[in-house]
């Protein structure tokens, strides 16, 4: 298995505080992923790292803002939760050469946010 | 806009059965298309299919690309209990991956 590790692993929190999540790989992979889950749209890109303090947009960026200080960490950062953020979140790596085919994926993080 | 449609969206079989998932797409710039297990967790990669590798086998799954219609089958012959999942697709369009939103096989003992 892929060396992937989230936390933390269920988080309940209220409306308007901030919540980072982390992912941590031991794969020294370059490209990193945060994806959300909801019911009916399947896996959404939030953000991804293509190297050490080199990060983009993914399609459902708004809201949300990543940090890559190290090549094995990728933190998550709601700035100000709302509840439209709960969800299931899962970071992923891609092995190198081959960026946006095949991932490995954490066991996600779920959020709730009341 | 780039997407990626799933049929069926949920599907119930008995145990010993064949099933045939379909993955179709619309990108701007096809680079392969993939096929993925979600049990209770983490979806984990099952098969990726290019232009140059159409048909793929593991076991009791194959998958079939389709580049003139633009789609996949995922199929699944004497099924059993464990294969019971969500069935994710998703295709590579200029390196960034557009999911479908998944097939919910669930296998009847």
């Known amino acids: 298995d892929a060396g992937i590790t989230q936390s933390p692993r269920h988080k309940v929190t209220e409306t308007g505080t901030p919540v980072t999540l982390r992912c941590h790989q031991t794969?020294?992979?370059?490209?990193m992923y945060w994806y959300r889950q909801d019911p009916g749209h399947g896996l959404r890109l939030i953000h991804y790292?293509?190297?050490?303090?080199?990060?983009d947009k993914g399609e459902v960026s708004d809201g949300y803002s990543v940090s890559r200080s190290k090549t094995e960490d990728f933190l998550l950062t709601l700035e100000s939760a709302t509840s439209s953020q709960t969800s299931v979140y899962f970071c992923?790596?891609?092995?190198?050469?081959?960026?946006?085919?095949?991932?490995?994926f954490g066991e996600g993080s779920r959020l709730t946010v009341l | 806009e780039d997407k990626v449609v799933q049929s069926p969206l949920s599907l119930v079989v008995h145990e010993g059965d064949t099933v045939t998932l379909n993955c179709s797409y619309e990108?701007?710039?096809?680079?392969?298309l993939l096929w993925y297990k979600q049990e209770k967790k983490a979806p984990t990669f099952l098969f990726m299919l290019?232009?140059s590798g159409i048909e793929k086998k593991s076991g009791r799954l194959s998958s079939i690309l389709d580049k003139k219609e633009l789609s996949s089958i995922l199929n699944i012959t004497a099924t059993q209990t464990g294969d019971s999942a969500i069935y994710l697709c998703?295709?590579?369009?200029?390196?960034?991956?557009?999911w479908g939103a998944g097939t919910k096989l669930i296998i009847k003992p």
């Open positions: 992923a790596i891609s092995p190198p050469g081959t960026p946006g085919g095949e991932l490995f």
């Open positions: 990108v701007t710039n096809f680079r392969s």
């Open positions: 290019t232009s």
């Open positions: 790292s293509y190297g050490v303090k080199d990060t």
């Open positions: 998703a295709v590579d369009s200029n390196y960034q991956l557009i």
């Open positions: 794969e020294n992979h370059r490209y």
